[in-house]
Nanobody
């Protein structure tokens, strides 16, 4: 059994910052790519940022220069530092990870989502 649990969402004013965390737990052998996605009301889920096990990152154009993804492999945790937040960043943010389990199986896992609301 593998779980991804996000934390750190909330209400913030435009221009403010938030830091999201996502911790993976369970029968984990290795975590490959990890990422953050978001889904705003009435829109499709989109990739915000991704990071490989080696630390290579990629970002959606809309968040480049404002968001930073990082990970702590020892803690099986991925972070998303969000600065200069805009109203259009309002969405439910989901953590995603490609995980190899101790039984040699692998799969793609999602967290339950955390709400980020940017509003004055």
């Amino acid at each position: 059994q593998v779980q991804l649990v996000e934390s750190g969402g909330g209400l913030v004013q435009p221009g403010g910052s938030l830091r999201l965390s996502c911790a993976a737990s369970g029968s984990i052998f290795k975590i490959n790519a990890m990422g953050w996605y978001r889904q705003a009301p009435g829109k499709q889920r989109e990739l915000v940022a991704g990071i490989t096990s080696g630390g290579t990152t990629n970002y959606a154009d809309s968040v480049k220069g404002r968001f930073t993804i990082s990970r702590d492999n020892a803690k099986n945790t991925v972070y998303l530092q969000m600065n200069s937040l805009k109203s259009e960043d309002t969405a439910v943010y989901y953590c995603n990870a490609d995980i190899y389990r101790l039984d040699w199986s692998s799969g793609n896992y999602w967290g339950q989502g955390t709400q980020v609301t940017v509003s004055s």
